[in-house]
């Protein structure tokens, strides 16, 4: 059946209905009946037979599309799925899942290719992503030998998963092979028997043996597991559609929805079943996990307020009784769906979801426990636990050596199984940068093409040769600065810049290198933050040519960089300007020049320094003479520079504030007062308008540390407070 079941986390009890005869449409609305009770085997046979009747029309192709996937049986979606997106009113949301049914069959390419159609399709910029189902999909295979994996004994033709430990000897687990005990209970969702919990023996291989019946009172007609014990697993907390003393809970459409429940071991098998705080007929809650010390139980729910699907919430122990459910944010909760937590003994949180990056269905990540009860972004753990398919319900023992998870992968007994693992080597986090190198002359991919990686200074790290597609991939890691060269007869060298500071959400960062061919004048740059690491894109680069004042404009991409074509012969004025940071202007000239390139880099430094309001900030070259007002040669050129700065952004309004050590004496404000105003009138003199500027001299009013009058301290620490600074104190509109 695969897990969708668990996702949705909504199963129903239904009854056979008898299929009326005639035309294709009595057909169509029983399915559709079924399709809303969320019986998706039962509306598939109504909707077949409509297509053979002749009705493969918009709404019974993309329902039994949909039907399929429910039931995760992504090789039908794809077939159907193939229809509905050539319909002339298909939605964007059909690309997404028809992208979904071919990465669940293996077919990343394709499915890449899909996921970006829908992505172009969603407004704002959400049109400018690309998804790298391509690239994820080699990132996730490339540690193949971190796990070994082996099916365990007890598994059946039906379905089998969702381990726990009971204690260090035994495990429960749940499993729909009851079928023939009393009278057959089949679930409308799938067709298959009601899922009970089982018990089993811990082989000393690691495997599973002896499976048999849980005894007591857990088990009951309706659909029990998963669940999650305490450490010496006398204390078992499961998941059972609502089903409380004898009475089935049922919400106001009828539908009976997903609860937890807390059971205890007694000699006699398990009783004394007790209901979970939060359990609610209209919402679904499931899926519970303890952690070790019992103080956390996360579970998973599609209670209203969440990021869509079914997400993983925690209830802290609030000394006997649980706190209110908490979501565990964005940062592990997706728009899609998240389900079967597991906290190791580490803290880390295991869980399976198919909304963050992975290689088909359902995957298995591992994000670390941050303390604060915050944890970091999730981990694929990748193949060969993860596969095209749902893996899921994955547990690790506490020397995090050994575990079980599930899959419905083909090669099973059958439909989901449960596999036993061990993991040889520790789980690390990989990041990539790929792209495609496209020549600009005809935007042709170019294959088989050399591309180097190299440092921030220049340094070649590695080079590769692009692909059959064009694209390029290169590893590399968290917070550094990158440049990508490509280079071909005829063109001009092509560059893109790559800063790693954020990429543990995305893990793979898109870059494609342009080459244009060489001929004609090309104005190149790369805007950087001032003072931290990172490109900053967006940026508004214009290029005004002096004679004929006409203006060319351009953002700069993610890498901060920009390519501009320029006139031969003419001067031009280049302006950078970006809401927040202060404008850049450059001149630069193109007389004389034929063909080349013009790095403005090369010609000033463009690191976009924010405009901090009310905040001081420090000149770096201005020193005093003792008793002195005049300005040296290193302040001038300092000073001159920011002049510029204050012409090129007209709306700024500054304060130049001086200050003295401790030491200064009496006369200190006053000589202060004197040397902002020489600063001042020097600025006025390279043609800031007066109305703009404030001096202000503090002498010892405002110091950064304990040196005041009369206490001791050194020579470093009186520098700290003899300074000079500007205060952005007003931005005009």
Same mark, same amino acid.
């Given at each position: 059946?695969?897990?969708?079941?668990?996702?949705?986390?909504?199963?129903?009890?239904?009854?056979?209905?008898?299929?009326?005869?005639?035309?294709?449409?009595?057909?169509?609305?029983?399915?559709?009946?079924?399709?809303?009770?969320?019986?998706?085997?039962?509306?598939?046979?109504?909707?077949?037979?409509?297509?053979?009747?002749?009705?493969?029309?918009?709404?019974?192709?993309?329902?039994?599309?949909?039907?399929?996937?429910?039931?995760?049986?992504?090789?039908?979606?794809?077939?159907?799925?193939?229809?509905?997106?050539?319909?002339?009113?298909?939605?964007?949301?059909?690309?997404?899942?028809?992208?979904?049914?071919?990465?669940?069959?293996?077919?990343?390419?394709?499915?890449?290719?899909?996921?970006?159609?829908?992505?172009?399709?969603?407004?704002?910029?959400?049109?400018?992503?690309?998804?790298?189902?391509?690239?994820?999909?080699?990132?996730?295979?490339?540690?193949?030998?971190?796990?070994?994996?082996?099916?365990?004994?007890?598994?059946?033709?039906?379905?089998?998963?969702?381990?726990?430990?009971?204690?260090?000897?035994?495990?429960?687990?749940?499993?729909?092979?009851?079928?023939?005990?009393?009278?057959?209970?089949?679930?409308?969702?799938?067709?298959?028997?009601?899922?009970?919990?089982?018990?089993?023996?811990?082989?000393?291989?690691?495997?599973?043996?002896?499976?048999?019946?849980?005894?007591?009172?857990?088990?009951?007609?309706?659909?029990?597991?998963?669940?999650?014990?305490?450490?010496?697993?006398?204390?078992?907390?499961?998941?059972?559609?609502?089903?409380?003393?004898?009475?089935?809970?049922?919400?106001?459409?009828?539908?009976?929805?997903?609860?937890?429940?807390?059971?205890?071991?007694?000699?006699?098998?398990?009783?004394?079943?007790?209901?979970?705080?939060?359990?609610?007929?209209?919402?679904?809650?499931?899926?519970?996990?303890?952690?070790?010390?019992?103080?956390?139980?996360?579970?998973?729910?599609?209670?209203?307020?969440?990021?869509?699907?079914?997400?993983?919430?925690?209830?802290?122990?609030?000394?006997?009784?649980?706190?209110?459910?908490?979501?565990?944010?964005?940062?592990?909760?997706?728009?899609?769906?998240?389900?079967?937590?597991?906290? /190791?003994? !580490? &803290?880390?949180?295991?869980?399976?979801?198919? +909304?963050? *990056?992975?290689? %088909?269905?359902? =995957?298995?990540? @591992?994000?670390?426990?941050? /303390?604060? !009860? &915050?944890?970091?972004?999730?981990?694929?753990? +990748?193949? *060969?636990?993860? %596969?095209?398919? =749902?893996?899921? @319900?994955?547990?690790?023992?506490?020397?995090?050596?050994?575990?079980?998870?599930?899959?419905?992968?083909?090669?099973?007994? %059958?439909?989901? =199984?449960?596999?036993?693992?061990?993991?040889?080597?520790?789980?690390?986090?990989?990041?990539?940068?790929?792209?495609?190198?496209?020549?600009?002359?005809?935007?042709?991919?170019?294959?088989?093409?050399?591309?180097?990686?190299?440092?921030?200074?220049?340094?070649?790290?590695?080079?590769?040769?692009?692909?059959?597609?064009?694209?390029?991939?290169?590893?590399?890691?968290?917070?550094?600065?990158?440049?990508?060269?490509?280079?071909?007869?005829?063109?001009?060298?092509?560059?893109?810049?790559?800063?790693?500071?954020?990429?543990?959400?995305?893990?793979?960062?898109?870059?494609?290198?342009?080459?244009?061919?060489?001929?004609?004048?090309?104005?190149?740059?790369?805007?950087?933050?001032?003072?931290?690491?990172?490109?900053?894109?967006?940026?508004?680069?214009?290029?005004?040519?002096?004679?004929?004042?006409?203006?060319?404009?351009?953002?700069?991409?993610?890498?901060?960089?920009?390519?501009?074509?320029?006139?031969?012969?003419?001067?031009?004025?280049?302006?950078?300007?970006?809401?927040?940071?202060?404008?850049?202007?450059?001149?630069?000239?193109?007389?004389?020049?034929?063909?080349?390139?013009?790095?403005?880099?090369?010609?000033?430094?463009?690191?976009?320094?924010?405009?901090?309001?009310?905040?001081?900030?420090?000149?770096?070259?201005?020193?005093?003479?003792?008793?002195?007002?005049?300005?040296?040669?290193?302040?001038?050129?300092?000073?001159?520079?920011?002049?510029?700065?204050?012409?090129?952004?007209?709306?700024?309004?500054?304060?130049?504030?001086?200050?003295?050590?401790?030491?200064?004496?009496?006369?200190?404000?006053?000589?202060?007062?004197?040397?902002?105003?020489?600063?001042?009138?020097?600025?006025?003199?390279?043609?800031?308008?007066?109305?703009?500027?404030?001096?202000?001299?503090?002498?010892?009013?405002?110091?950064?540390?304990?040196?005041?009058?009369?206490?001791?301290?050194?020579?470093?620490?009186?520098?700290?407070?003899?300074?000079?600074?500007?205060?952005?104190?007003?931005?005009?509109?």
């Amino acid at each position: 059946m695969g897990m969708r079941s668990t996702i949705l986390l909504l199963l129903t009890m239904l009854t056979v209905s008898v299929w009326p005869q005639g035309n294709a449409d009595p057909y169509i609305a029983e399915a559709d009946k079924h399709f809303q009770q969320m019986a998706y085997a039962r509306a598939i046979e109504g909707y077949t037979t409509a297509t053979e009747l002749g009705a493969v029309n918009e709404h019974v192709t993309k329902r039994l599309a949909e039907c399929y996937m429910y039931l995760g049986n992504s090789e039908d979606a794809e077939r159907w799925y193939a229809m509905v997106v050539k319909f002339l009113n298909r939605e964007p949301k059909d690309l997404y899942n028809y992208a979904e049914a071919l990465k669940g069959n293996g077919k990343y390419q394709a499915a890449e290719e899909w996921m970006d159609r829908y992505l172009r399709s969603l407004p704002g910029e959400g049109g400018g992503t690309r998804s790298n189902i391509s690239g994820f999909a080699q990132k996730f295979t490339a540690d193949m030998d971190r796990f070994t994996i082996r099916l365990v004994d007890v598994n059946t033709p039906y379905s089998d998963f969702g381990v726990t430990w009971l204690g260090k000897e035994r495990v429960a687990f749940s499993s729909a092979r009851n079928a023939t005990v009393g009278i057959e209970r089949r679930a409308a969702w799938n067709d298959q028997p009601f899922l009970d919990m089982y018990v089993s023996d811990i082989t000393p291989g690691g495997g599973l043996a002896n499976a048999r019946l849980m005894e007591g009172a857990v088990n009951t007609k309706v659909h029990e597991g998963p669940a999650s014990a305490n450490p010496t697993g006398d204390i078992l907390w499961f998941t059972r559609n609502g089903y409380f003393n004898g009475k089935t809970q049922k919400s106001a459409s009828g539908v009976n929805r997903l609860a937890i429940y807390k059971a205890y071991r007694r000699d006699g098998g398990w009783g004394d079943v007790e209901q979970f705080l939060y359990n609610n007929s209209e919402i679904s809650v499931g899926h519970p996990a303890l952690s070790p010390d019992g103080t956390h139980l996360y579970f998973v729910s599609d209670m209203p307020g969440g990021y869509g699907g079914s997400d993983i919430y925690v209830c802290k122990d609030l000394g006997g009784q649980w706190g209110e459910p908490e979501n565990l944010g964005a940062t592990i909760n997706t728009a899609q769906n998240e389900v079967f937590p597991f906290i /190791g003994a !580490d &803290g880390t949180l295991y869980f399976s979801s198919n +909304g963050h *990056p992975g290689l %088909g269905g359902l =995957d298995i990540y @591992a994000a670390k426990n941050l /303390g604060m !009860d &915050g944890f970091a972004g999730p981990m694929n753990v +990748g193949a *060969p636990v993860n %596969g095209t398919k =749902d893996d899921f @319900a994955f547990i690790i023992d506490p020397e995090r050596k050994r575990g079980f998870f599930s899959s419905n992968r083909p090669g099973g007994v %059958g439909d989901d =199984d449960i596999y036993s693992f061990e993991m040889l080597g520790e789980l690390e986090q990989r990041y990539l940068v790929t792209g495609v190198v496209i020549d600009d002359e005809n935007g042709s991919p170019l294959i088989d093409l050399e591309v180097k990686l190299e440092d921030k200074e220049g340094r070649l790290l590695a080079t590769t040769r692009t692909d059959v597609r064009g694209e390029y991939t290169f590893p590399v890691e968290k917070d550094r600065e990158y440049r990508l060269v490509a280079e071909m007869k005829g063109r001009y060298p092509g560059e893109q810049n790559l800063s790693t500071e954020d990429i543990e959400e995305e893990q793979i960062v898109s870059r494609d290198i342009h080459l244009v061919p060489d001929a004609g004048i090309w104005l190149r740059g790369t805007v950087r933050f001032d003072g931290r690491t990172g490109f900053v894109a967006g940026v508004t680069v214009s290029v005004v040519n002096m004679s004929s004042f006409f203006s060319e404009s351009q953002l700069t991409d993610e890498g901060g960089g920009f390519s501009i074509r320029l006139q031969s012969n003419e001067e031009f004025e280049v302006l950078l300007e970006k809401q927040g940071f202060f404008s850049i202007s450059v001149p630069i000239s193109t007389i004389g020049m034929k063909n080349g390139i013009i790095d403005l880099n090369e010609r000033r430094d463009l690191d976009l320094e924010p405009v901090l309001l009310n905040e001081p900030v420090p000149f770096k070259n201005i020193r005093w003479a003792e008793g002195n007002a005049t300005l040296d040669a290193a302040a001038t050129r300092e000073l001159e520079v920011f002049a510029e700065r204050l012409i090129v952004n007209p709306a700024i309004i500054v304060e130049i504030g001086v200050h003295s050590d401790a030491r200064g004496g009496d006369d200190a404000a006053n000589l202060d007062q004197r040397r902002a105003q020489a600063i001042v009138d020097l600025m006025v003199k390279k043609g800031v308008k007066m109305s703009r500027l404030t001096a202000k001299g503090y002498g010892m009013a405002k110091p950064k540390n304990q040196c005041v009058p009369g206490v001791p301290c050194s020579e470093a620490e009186h520098a700290m407070n003899r300074r000079v600074e500007y205060m952005v104190t007003e931005v005009k509109p």
